[in-house]
């Protein structure tokens, strides 16, 4: 995993402050990271009984709030990401788990009705880490259950949609405000060194056929535009026959 990136996240929730900058994210998007979580419910089709994992948790904007609609949930992220999280609740159903994800082992038999990977994809070296990452994740999965592979960059997508006449309005409005907040101004720029993963149409496809010939289904979704990156990310579902 990009230990640059994993470790500033470590960093940021050990300085605390607020969830949204946590998470990764800009200032200018915490009215869109609320959208986050009713998307990401209908799209899991979250109940009350289920079981629910979050892989790369984060600062927990996604996690928290999910945790009220289901009877168990598991974050899993950096220890201080986890540490983090567990400051901002008290008597809920949650349990936090420390780790990297590779070193993760569930208890035999242990299995979640419910798996979400949200934003993280950006944090895998290569596309061999990135299908080593997927293909541990689906091992959780309950007959019947559901993981969303979620926020996905595809670069692809991206270039389209900075090519046309709406994408280059989009980035006209968005680096005049990036620029006029005080809390965003300079974030992120001192990360780099090491490679990231960039999803693009073709990994993304062959995602898709190698879980399907897997016995899953699986669906690629938009994310409505209204999200942070909404324009630009995509989502992709993956369930197992409750056979």
């Known amino acids: 995993m990009n230990r640059t990136q994993i470790d500033q996240y470590g960093l940021s929730a050990r300085e605390g402050g607020d969830p949204t900058l946590v998470s990764g994210r800009y200032a200018i998007q915490r009215e869109a990271e609320r959208l986050m979580v009713l998307d990401v419910a209908a799209k899991l089709d979250v109940r009350p009984k289920d079981r629910l994992i979050e892989i790369g948790c984060g600062s927990g904007n996604l996690l928290i709030p999910l945790s009220f609609m289901v009877k168990e949930t598991v974050g899993l992220d950096h220890p201080n990401v986890c540490r983090y999280v567990r400051s901002r609740i008290s008597d ?85 405000e990036l620029a006029s907040s005080k809390e965003d101004r300079g974030r992120f720029q001192h990360l780099g060194g090491e490679a990231v993963f960039q999803p693009s149409d073709r990994f993304i496809v062959s995602l898709m056929s190698r879980y399907r010939e897997r016995g899953f289904d699986t669906y690629l979704l938009p994310q409505p535009p209204d999200l942070p990156f909404g324009n630009t990310r995509e989502d992709l579902l993956i369930t197992r026959s409750p056979d």
């Open 92 to 176: 809920r159903n949650i349990e936090t788990v420390g780790c990297n994800f590779f070193d993760y082992q569930a208890d035999i038999g242990t299995w979640f009705d419910k798996v979400l990977i949200y934003s993280v994809m950006n944090t895998l070296s290569d596309q061999d880490e990135a299908v080593a990452f997927v293909d541990k994740a689906v091992e959780l999965v309950a007959p019947g259950g559901r993981l969303l592979l979620g926020d996905i960059a595809n670069i692809d997508r991206k270039a389209r949609f900075m090519a046309s006449a709406s994408g280059k309005a989009f980035d006209a409005k968005w680096r005049k």
